[in-house]
């Protein structure tokens, strides 16, 4: 059961980042749309949206606030997409990685935790109070989220035996993971969404702090920070491919456009679900988190052990 | 390594030893947070150039959830005004100073009588293996011990600060259906 994927040089990089912004497009879009329908408006007049949203910010003028810790203001916004960008490299985009790192499980799992100085740092470097209580409120969420998240990124890697990413889309050619491991991947797209800050887990971002730890971000800064985030949530939508959905395996088709095709449906999906439920606040979801979907997680992972050693 | 490998693993170094001396030069608990989180994911670095993936990305992982966890605790610990102003990062300079200096000369005391292995002798098939055998392999029933005493530790200490424990929320016989929380939410509450 070796490593089903092929390391490409670093050249493609470029085109990996493009395929990320495709995927950012396309996320802000798809929201959009969702948007426009829950208030009646046209969803078609949405698809240049982002464009134009794009050249309204980058043309807005830098506001800043008194006293800013500028330094670790800029970190935290622009952390957000260079965690995303580093993400994608260790996940096989069909046949081609960027990346065969033989920990590259870990390395996804890194680079999510990453998140967490980010949102902090962004609501921080503001000095401003709704943006440092946006800040707090992520890390008190993060808490929540990532150790349920640990466990569930636990389970594909027992199975196929190995942290690698093609490894385990091999040990996928039977059967998918999403199929005999499915609170795994329902923990994993909880923990999606919260290093997302979206739907339930968007109260660092909630309108009722002024827009929390992005309050205070404006004009080219807000455009990467926000950028960033729709990049994390696509990164993660194309993580559970390799991790759930046999990576790039399927008829007919090449293997890339099957890799394309099922991280568009896993991110439409996740933003959709993700619109349909309410808010999480933080203090609340701790005990979910702790209560219900750690112990969920261990089980899972215990059931795949089983599995696994008596096969 | 190659030579472009060897200076990049002396920058990180640097880089890791700088970031370090930054924790002290700056003055705001935020900075001082991250400049170590900084030296640390330096660290890790060069631990995964040296053939650890696994323990590299681990430190990189471990160090930036601690310090983002550390920088909330700081932050709301030091200082007059729960540290959100600049504010020095030193303080009893004299005593700290001799520490350091011990510090710093026990150690390097250490790599210096240390008998290490001579000439270059070909690396382990896998290091990470090695590296466990080296690091436990003898002491692994000190390790086993520990475990168990660490958690333990741990649940005392955490049941000895509660200031509201089972009987408060269950009630003196704990037969209360559902616990009676100063704060309502989360699940069966």
């Given at each position: 059961?070796?490593?089903?994927?092929?390391?490409?040089?670093?050249?493609?990089?470029?085109?990996?980042?493009a395929?990320?912004?495709?995927?950012?497009?396309l996320?802000?879009?798809?929201?959009?749309?969702?948007?426009?329908?829950t208030?009646g408006?046209?969803?078609?007049?949405?698809?240049?949206?982002?464009?134009?949203?794009?050249?309204?910010?980058?043309?807005?003028?830098?506001?800043?606030?008194?006293?800013?810790?500028?330094?670790?203001?800029?970190?935290?916004g622009?952390?957000?997409?260079?965690?995303?960008l580093l993400?994608?490299?260790?996940?096989?985009?069909?046949?081609w990685?960027?990346?065969?790192?033989?920990?590259?499980?870990?390395?996804?799992?890194?680079?999510?935790?990453?998140?967490?100085?980010?949102?902090?740092?962004?609501?921080w470097?503001?000095?401003?109070?709704?943006?440092?209580?946006?800040g707090?409120r992520?890390?008190?969420?993060?808490?929540?989220?990532?150790?349920?998240l640990?466990?569930?990124?636990?389970?594909?890697?027992?199975?196929a035996?190995?942290?690698?990413?093609?490894?385990?889309?091999?040990?996928q050619?039977?059967?998918w993971?999403?199929?005999?491991?499915?609170?795994?991947?329902?923990?994993?797209?909880?923990g999606?969404?919260?290093?997302?800050?979206?739907?339930?887990?968007?109260?660092?971002?909630?309108p009722?702090?002024?827009?929390?730890?992005?309050?205070?971000?404006?004009?080219?800064?807000?455009?990467?920070?926000?950028?960033?985030?729709?990049?994390?949530?696509?990164?993660?939508?194309?993580?559970?491919?390799?991790?759930?959905?046999?990576?790039?395996?399927?008829?007919?088709?090449p293997?890339?456009?099957?890799?394309?095709?099922?991280?568009?449906?896993?991110?439409?999906?996740?933003?959709?679900?993700?619109?349909k439920l309410?808010?999480?606040?933080?203090d609340q979801?701790?005990?979910?988190?702790?209560?219900?979907?750690?112990?969920?997680?261990?089980?899972?992972?215990?059931?795949?052990?089983?599995?696994?050693?008596n096969? | 390594?190659?030579?472009?490998?060897?200076?990049?693993?002396?920058?990180?170094g640097?880089?890791?030893?700088?970031?370090?001396?930054?924790?002290?030069?700056?003055?705001?608990?935020?900075?001082?947070?991250?400049?170590?989180?900084?030296?640390?994911?330096a660290?890790?670095?060069?631990?995964?150039?040296l053939?650890?993936?696994y323990?590299?990305?681990?430190?990189?992982?471990?160090?930036?959830m601690?310090?983002?966890?550390m920088?909330?605790?700081?932050?709301?610990?030091?200082?007059?005004?729960?540290a959100?102003?600049?504010?020095s990062?030193?303080h009893?300079?004299?005593?700290?100073?001799?520490?350091?200096?011990?510090?710093?000369?026990?150690?390097?005391?250490?790599?210096?009588?240390?008998?290490?292995?001579?000439?270059?002798?070909?690396?382990?098939?896998?290091?990470?293996?090695?590296?466990?055998?080296?690091?436990m392999?003898?002491?692994?029933?000190?390790?086993?011990?520990?475990?168990p005493v660490?958690?333990?530790?741990?649940?005392?200490?955490?049941?000895?600060?509660?200031n509201?424990?089972?009987?408060?929320?269950?009630?003196?016989?704990?037969?209360?259906?559902?616990?009676?929380d100063?704060?309502?939410?989360?699940?069966?509450?």
């Amino acid at each position: 059961m070796g490593s089903a994927v092929i390391e490409v040089t670093p050249g493609w990089a470029i085109a990996a980042a493009a395929m990320l912004g495709g995927l950012v497009y396309l996320a802000a879009v798809f929201n959009g749309m969702l948007a426009s329908r829950t208030v009646g408006r046209s969803p078609v007049a949405t698809l240049l949206r982002p464009v134009y949203e794009t050249a309204r910010l980058l043309r807005q003028r830098r506001r800043s606030t008194v006293a800013a810790d500028a330094l670790l203001w800029r970190i935290g916004g622009a952390g957000m997409l260079v965690a995303a960008l580093l993400k994608l490299t260790v996940i096989p985009f069909g046949h081609w990685t960027l990346f065969d790192f033989d920990a590259g499980l870990v390395w996804f799992n890194a680079m999510d935790v990453l998140v967490w100085a980010m949102i902090w740092l962004v609501g921080w470097g503001g000095n401003s109070a709704h943006a440092l209580v946006g800040g707090y409120r992520f890390l008190a969420l993060a808490v929540a989220y990532e150790l349920p998240l640990m466990f569930a990124l636990i389970a594909p890697a027992i199975a196929a035996e190995s942290l690698n990413v093609g490894t385990i889309i091999a040990a996928q050619s039977g059967l998918w993971f999403v199929v005999w491991m499915p609170f795994a991947f329902l923990i994993f797209s909880v923990g999606v969404l919260g290093f997302s800050v979206w739907g339930p887990f968007a109260s660092a971002l909630g309108p009722d702090i002024a827009g929390g730890a992005g309050a205070e971000l404006s004009g080219v800064d807000r455009l990467v920070f926000f950028a960033g985030r729709y990049g994390v949530l696509a990164a993660g939508a194309a993580f559970a491919v390799p991790l759930f959905f046999g990576g790039g395996s399927g008829p007919m088709l090449p293997a890339w456009m099957w890799f394309l095709a099922k991280t568009v449906l896993v991110l439409t999906a996740l933003i959709w679900v993700g619109r349909k439920l309410p808010l999480f606040r933080p203090d609340q979801f701790m005990e979910v988190g702790w209560v219900l979907l750690i112990p969920a997680g261990i089980l899972q992972d215990l059931v795949v052990a089983l599995v696994v050693t008596n096969q | 390594m190659t030579l472009i490998g060897d200076i990049v693993f002396w920058l990180f170094g640097a880089v890791a030893v700088l970031s370090g001396a930054a924790v002290f030069w700056v003055n705001s608990m935020a900075r001082a947070t991250y400049a170590l989180a900084i030296s640390f994911v330096a660290v890790g670095l060069q631990v995964l150039m040296l053939d650890q993936a696994y323990l590299g990305i681990i430190v990189i992982l471990m160090m930036v959830m601690e310090m983002a966890v550390m920088a909330v605790y700081m932050i709301m610990f030091m200082g007059m005004n729960p540290a959100l102003m600049p504010m020095s990062m030193v303080h009893d300079k004299r005593l700290s100073l001799s520490i350091a200096i011990v510090t710093f000369v026990l150690l390097a005391a250490g790599i210096l009588l240390t008998a290490w292995p001579s000439g270059s002798p070909p690396p382990a098939e896998d290091v990470t293996v090695a590296l466990g055998e080296a690091l436990m392999g003898s002491k692994m029933l000190a390790m086993v011990v520990l475990s168990p005493v660490m958690v333990a530790t741990i649940v005392a200490g955490v049941s000895l600060s509660l200031n509201r424990g089972r009987y408060d929320r269950y009630g003196e016989d704990l037969r209360r259906r559902n616990a009676d929380d100063p704060q309502p939410g989360g699940v069966g509450r």
